[in-house]
């Protein structure tokens, strides 16, 4: 007998969440939030419209569905399975956070406070998913692959990342490497580099190319990254020529550390990274995976 589908809420802590357990009561979190200038208002506020949306998504669940239910914090321990339908309550990042945890699993991301968040992954009301649930079982959803990025230490280690992956100094000084890529290669020395997927074009990639230049940001189900060095430094033992550049399916960025150490994390989860020591290699690619994200039909 085949198992029923299963439905995972994704979400994470509020602020307000995060305010009581800091300050231990209501008052106390109110006072701390009037010295910055805020009121507790805007924090209760957003806290009930994520809870408004969670009992949305709950309640479109098909009865007969099978449930689970996980906090951002605990998906590194979460067990997710090969045909769930996952349900990510919250902004953008949430979803950028959960891909490197699925394999093909659809993604339905779900804006709380639409006009507030970009909108970017999180792209369905919750009025709508009830409805969207029912296209993706019935194979009728439309979704789409994004592209991931994928960082491979010589040991074998590996971490993939929806939007960026960032090599640098644990502590952002200046890093020592060398960077190779097809037939060129250099020592440098700068404030670490990153490799950007489609999916985060809009976001840090998109920075530092309006600033600097280069070539084209790759579209999110373009199978293709593209690469910026930050703040090359020029001396006598490390140059500037390589600071920029496009990766295709089967390209391949190589970096060399020259330094004690040099951390990779992907999305800005400095937490969940790598670390590669002095003369290990760390080679940057396209993933083999990709999320699956279920988007809006186009009007």
């Known amino acids: ?71 951002r914090e605990d998906l590194y321990r979460f067990a997710f399975e090969p045909g769930d339908v996952v349900l990510v309550v919250g902004q953008d990042g949430l979803v950028a956070n959960v891909a490197k945890y699925l394999d093909a699993q659809v993604v339905v991301g779900v804006d709380p406070e639409p006009g507030r968040n970009a909108g970017v992954l999180v792209t369905h009301a919750p009025r709508r998913v009830e409805r969207v649930l029912a296209e993706v079982v019935g194979g009728t959803a439309v979704v789409q692959h994004r592209t991931m990025v994928t960082a491979t230490l010589d040991d074998g280690e590996r971490l993939d990342a929806l939007n960026e992956m960032f090599v640098g100094h644990p502590s952002h000084q200046s890093a020592r490497y060398r960077i190779e890529t097809g037939a060129r290669a250099e020592a440098q020395s700068s404030s670490g580099l990153i490799v950007a997927t489609g999916t985060g074009a809009t976001g840090w990639a998109a920075s530092i190319r309006r600033e600097r230049g280069g ?85």
């Not at 033992?237 to 040099?262: F, I």
């Open 215 to 299: 070539p084209a940001l790759p579209a999110p189900e373009e199978r293709a990254l593209g690469w910026y060095v930050r703040e090359a430094w020029p001396s006598p033992a490390t140059g500037t020529s390589l600071t920029a550049g496009h990766l295709d399916e089967d390209g391949h960025l190589r970096v060399v550390v020259a330094s004690d150490a040099l951390v990779v994390f992907g999305d800005g989860l400095e937490q969940d990274r790598l670390t590669a020591t002095w003369g290990q290699t760390i080679d940057l690619a396209v993933a083999g995976r990709t999320l699956a994200l279920a988007v809006p039909r186009p009007s």
């Open 1 to 71: 007998m085949a198992l029923a589908p299963r439905a995972v809420v994704v979400h994470r802590a509020t602020e307000l969440d995060g305010l009581l357990e800091h300050h231990g009561t209501r008052g106390q979190a109110e006072f701390f939030l009037r010295t910055r200038g805020r009121s507790l208002a805007d924090a209760q506020a957003r806290h009930d419209a994520q809870d408004e949306a969670l009992t949305q998504v709950r309640a479109a669940i098909p009865a007969d569905w099978r449930r689970g239910d996980v906090e």
